[in-house]
């Protein structure tokens, strides 16, 4: 048996994931992205956003590649999403079931992205729990391996970012004047982290943090996001309310985290707590919902949802970030 795998939580992986040009060579993180690369990627999402009735938009842009999909914890949305992106788009998609594959055996990731690369496969797209495995592979990779970061630990959801900029895009025309309330489990948050950065980076209005005090961030970490306990308060006027659910696989000790019926009464968002907050604001959540616990079931399918138009977006902006960074690829 050998010893468990470390990865070092260095610092550098904004730079690690630029080219010279300002081009993504890796997409790691939404932090040091500017403004106009993620306007640039959310516009090549939208020319990927098929209207309902139409058939999914497609194109050859990454024939001849291979994308595979590592996934070392759960997901619905994010793996269909980029299984469907890199097809679309015309690629060999490998969709590697690693409870099945040689980790089991011992082998190590390293040992197992050299065995893939060895294959040619061109895209690594990885989700992991622990904190800085995307950025440990993308040290590691050749220079012609891009590696896609679908979820790591409660840091980074960097394409969850782009899917909700988008998405709030389509419905509000300009970022600085927006309220967004975000509501939930923040402190075990990758979704939170990566939206508010990427609001932050495109001048969000204001934007409200609302947990119980356990679930709350360090007060520190996003010092341009107002932080509150009172579910009320964050709502009040808000243009766009995310609901997020507890990560219980993240949490050590419930203790002193409300139980269903608490949480939902102080902190779950429905249809008549809404009223406070402007009458055309939209409803997100990123997936998977407990309905009846961060948000209310007939909330989440009501018309001020957005929630399925969140997941229609995901699989375009996961079409633009592989032709993206497939652009840059060294063999052509
Ligand atoms: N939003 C999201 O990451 O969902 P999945 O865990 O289903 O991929």
């Known amino acids: ?70 996934f070392f914890e759960p997901s619905t949305r994010t793996r269909a999403s980029f299984d469907l992106a890199g097809k679309r788009l015309g690629a060999d998609v490998l969709n590697l079931d690693v409870n099945t594959s040689s980790r089991k055996k011992g082998e190590s990731i390293l040992d197992m992205i050299y065995t893939l690369q060895a294959m040619r496969v061109d895209i690594m797209v990885v989700r992991d729990a622990s904190v800085g495995v995307p950025a440990y592979i993308a040290r590691h990779v050749s220079d012609y391996v891009s590696i896609l970061n679908a979820g ?14 988008l998405t709030i895009r389509q419905h509000k025309k300009r970022f600085d004047e927006l309220t967004v309330t975000i509501v939930g489990d923040i402190a075990h948050s990758r979704v939170a982290r990566s939206t508010a950065q990427g609001l932050h980076t495109l ?33 009040r006027d808000a243009d766009v309310v995310m609901a997020l659910r507890i990560q219980r696989e993240r949490i050590g000790s419930l203790d002193g985290i409300p139980g269903i019926d608490e949480y939902f009464a102080n902190y779950g968002i429905s249809r008549e707590r809404m009223r406070i907050a402007a009458p055309d604001a939209i409803v997100m959540h990123p997936g998977p919902m407990n309905r009846g616990i961060e948000i209310e079931s007939a909330l989440a399918d009501s018309p001020a949802s957005v ?12 079409m633009a970030v592989l032709e993206h960074v497939s652009k840059s690829m060294t063999w052509q």
């Open 307 to 318: 929630i399925t138009q969140q997941v229609a977006n995901g699989v375009a902006v996961r």
């Open 1 to 70: 048996m050998q010893a468990p795998e470390t990865f070092p939580n260095q610092d550098d992986e904004a730079g690690l994931q630029l080219n010279a040009d300002g081009s993504l060579r890796h997409l790691l993180t939404l932090k040091g992205l500017d403004r106009t690369l993620l306007v640039q990627l959310l516009d090549d999402a939208q020319r990927f956003v098929s209207p309902i009735g139409e058939a999914a938009a497609r194109s050859q842009s990454l024939a001849g590649r291979t994308v595979a999909n590592l």
């Open 152 to 165: 790591e630990a409660d840091v980074s959801h960097p394409t969850q970012g782009l899917l909700d900029l």
């Open 203 to 235: 001048g969000v209005g204001e934007l409200r943090l609302v947990s119980p005090p356990p679930l709350a961030p360090d007060p520190g970490e996003m010092p341009y996001a107002c932080l509150l306990d009172n579910l009320d308060e964050g709502l």
